[in-house]
């Protein structure tokens, strides 16, 4: 079974830092594609960013403040985010391909972890 299980999310203020992890098991996590997504309230799912071999993908409004990153030896890919702002303040989710093992582009036929909660005080 596969599963992935995100952490690290919680109240921050404004301008500071968190770093998400995401352990994933049940795949061949090296292999694989991994992504960083988010869902504020209201609005549509968005991916921020997305690792696959030597390729990298940010959202444009999170360019220069959040990077993917990921250990392949512990099964962990992570989320660095610095100087976060109020519309950073969203339920974070990290997912990988169950097919296509390289895709960044998932939907909601991809594997998915439950989503840690990251808000933002102004």
């Known amino acids: 079974e596969v599963q992935l299980v995100e952490s690290g999310g919680g109240l921050v203020q404004a301008g500071g830092s968190l770093r998400l992890s995401c352990v994933g098991s049940g795949f061949t996590f090296d292999d694989h594609a991994m992504a960083w997504f988010r869902q504020a309230p209201g609005k549509e799912r968005e991916r921020v960013a997305c690792n696959s071999g030597t390729y990298y993908a940010y959202a444009e409004s999170v360019k220069g403040r959040f990077a993917i990153s990921r250990d392949n030896a512990k099964n962990t890919a992570y989320l660095q985010m610095n100087n976060l702002q109020a519309e950073d303040t969203a339920v974070y989710y990290c997912?990988?391909?169950?097919?296509?093992?390289?895709?960044?582009?998932?939907?909601?036929?991809?594997?998915w972890g439950q989503g840690t909660r990251v808000t933002v005080s102004a």
């Open positions: 997912a990988a391909p169950n097919y296509g093992r390289g895709r960044c582009a998932l939907d909601d036929n991809d594997y």
